[in-house]
């Protein structure tokens, strides 16, 4: 099996173990840590056909970690949340939007590495991708932030009250559209500050096949 893969699972595993032992509210972990519950399985059934770069390996532990710690306390009494909330005097735990900026930030890295490795978007003629890939991964992340809050909302529905530490809005009313500003921006993000360093992870990965 890849190290890398290994490592993975031996540094999120006990971070995973630690949430799930007394968590604020059970159905709320349920909710937010779903996704890692379902995406990491998905990494290690297509790590053959499609291994993912070490930088987007990466990415994708730190949101898992991200997930995990607020499937535990629950987005709006996260201690970081808490803490900064102290420090720079806001009104509410921010810590919902960092997840939202990672919800926009890895999804970016992991839509790019999927259209520059299967697609012709991959070679515009100068040996640098389509100007368009930008443009579409900036698309995908946005509908992928606003299925997201579809979602909450439907679980808000069929959960009543349950949902409510879900959806973590803490009387904002605000809430779903700076979620997913806070996605764009991670998007927008991704693709400015580590656009060449994904390049060359995923040209190491290539060597490697």
Request: net charge neutral.
């Given at each position: ?74 987005y709006a009494e996260v201690p970081l949340g808490e803490w900064a909330r102290e420090w720079f005097g806001w009104t509410r735990n921010n810590y919902d939007k960092l997840g939202h900026f990672a919800q926009g930030l890895v999804p970016a890295i992991l ?99």
């Amino acid at each position: 099996m890849d190290r890398r893969l290994v490592w993975f699972i031996a540094l999120l595993t006990p971070v995973l173990a630690w949430s799930w032992v007394n968590p604020h509210d059970r159905l709320t972990w349920w909710l937010e840590v779903a996704p890692v519950l379902v995406g990491v399985p998905l990494i290690f059934v297509v790590r053959k056909r499609f291994p993912l770069s070490s930088l987007l390996l990466v990415l994708v532990w730190l949101h898992c970690v991200i997930l995990i710690v607020g499937g535990h306390y629950t987005y709006a009494e996260v201690p970081l949340g808490e803490w900064a909330r102290e420090w720079f005097g806001w009104t509410r735990n921010n810590y919902d939007k960092l997840g939202h900026f990672a919800q926009g930030l890895v999804p970016a890295i992991l839509t790019r590495e999927i259209l520059l490795r299967t697609s012709p978007l991959r070679d515009r003629g100068d040996g640098r991708p389509s100007r368009w890939a930008g443009f579409l991964v900036v698309s995908v992340c946005l509908a992928f932030s606003a299925l997201y809050e579809v979602i909450e909302w439907w679980t808000a529905v069929l959960s009543g009250e349950a949902a409510e530490a879900f959806l973590g809005t803490q009387g904002y009313v605000w809430d779903t559209q700076s979620d997913m500003a806070w996605a764009l921006g991670g998007a927008i993000v991704a693709l400015v500050t580590l656009g060449r360093v994904h390049d060359r992870a995923m040209a190491r990965e290539s060597r490697k096949g």
